[in-house]
């Protein structure tokens, strides 16, 4: 069996964005030379997100106010008193409705591979959402199967 790791590496220019990372990960499982089997997109962060929708600009607007809606960034966040407390071990962001939305998007997305190919729907894309932008991001991607 096959385990291949890769990193994308990317940097988002918003607090919240939607980066569309389809084409990296399709050339990891290419380099994987894996044919049957799955690939895991995960992100080691917790204000990123990973998730599968389709690559649509009015949708990404939809997305963005929907995730505002449900985690509104005026709302009072202990994690935020926590950064501000903890001085040195703090990021130095009033981040607590990043980590909650993250918290519905989750941290990772599998995709069967077939005949080296993933098996996507028409529409669907991976996408890496940014929570807590702009900054450096690291992604990883791992490809197991045969
Ligand atoms: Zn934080």
């Given at each position: 069996m096959i385990v291949h790791k890769q990193k994308?590496?990317?940097?988002?220019?918003?607090?919240i964005e939607f980066?569309?990372?389809?084409?990296?990960?399709e050339e990891a499982v290419r380099e994987s030379k894996v044919k049957?089997?799955?690939?895991?997109?995960?992100?080691?962060?917790?204000?990123?997100?990973?998730?599968?929708?389709q690559n649509e600009t009015l949708l990404m607007q939809d997305f963005q106010r929907l995730l505002?809606?449900?985690?509104?960034?005026?709302?009072?966040?202990?994690?935020?008193?926590?950064?501000?407390?903890?001085?040195?071990?703090?990021?130095?962001?009033?981040?607590?409705?990043?980590h909650c939305k993250n918290l519905i998007l989750g941290?990772?997305?599998?995709?069967?591979i077939e005949e080296g190919k993933l098996?996507?729907?028409?529409?669907?894309?991976?996408f890496m959402v940014e929570l807590d932008g702009g900054r450096k991001r690291d992604i990883?991607?791992?490809t197991m199967g045969e």
């Open positions: 994308i590496e990317k940097e988002s220019r918003s607090q980066i569309d990372i389809t084409h990296e990960v049957n089997g799955q690939v895991l997109v995960f992100s080691p962060h917790t204000t990123v997100g990973i998730s599968i929708n505002y809606k449900l985690v509104p960034i005026d709302e009072r966040y202990s994690h935020d008193l926590f950064e501000l407390k903890s001085g040195s071990k703090s990021d130095g962001r009033s981040n607590g409705h990043s941290v990772s997305e599998a995709v069967p098996l996507l729907g028409k529409r669907q894309n991976i990883i991607v791992q």
